[in-house]
């Protein structure tokens, strides 16, 4: 292993893990505001039983990066759930904390969703969007194999600044 890098265990989260996830969803929210269609504020009054009905959930998959037992990246992996579209799976909420990018955490957590995805029975597209600007994310999605399929324009209002988001989608069929 190379010097500073440390061991990541990958996993999908669970009930015990909802303080420790709320912590780095606000952490998110506050470092990178316009990446995400939740605001701090909606966020901070989330009950953290709303988060462990979610990791109980049999539709919606949210798996954390560990480093040293530290929770330091999240991903969640979502099966759209009607009969037309059961086909489909969304990821959402990508976010590695600011000082463990760089060590392909990011990577990672995709690779997991997208082999997640494979496992379900019946799916066979990953769909994703992605702020216009985050050029990074969007050289990680490529690399991985997703394609933009459209723009919506203004997709994100931040105060009195607007960001456009650009949808992915993989194809696993």
């Known amino acids: 292993m190379k010097r500073g890098m440390m061991k990541i ?37 989330n009950s953290l039983d709303k988060y462990k009905v979610t990791f109980q959930s049999d539709n919606v998959f949210t798996f954390g990066a560990f480093a040293a037992n530290e929770l330091i990246g999240v991903v969640t992996l979502a099966r759209e ?9 969304n990821i959402s909420a990508l976010y590695v904390t600011s000082y463990r990018r760089g060590f392909g955490t990011g990577k990672k957590l995709i690779r997991t969703a997208v082999d997640h995805a494979r496992s379900l029975e019946g799916v066979e597209q990953i769909c994703l969007s992605v702020i216009v600007k985050s050029n990074t994310a969007k050289s990680l999605y490529y690399a991985l194999g997703f394609v933009p399929f459209g723009i919506h324009k203004r997709a994100v209002k931040l105060g009195d600044i607007y960001y456009d988001e650009e949808y992915m989608v993989m194809f696993l069929t």
């Open 9 to 45: 265990d990958i996993r999908l989260l669970e009930p015990e893990d909802a303080e420790t996830y709320k912590k780095i969803r606000l952490e998110a929210l506050l470092n990178s505001p316009e990446a995400f269609s939740s605001s701090y504020d909606e966020v901070q009054d």
């Open 81 to 89: 759930t009607a009969k037309k579209a059961e086909h489909r799976t």
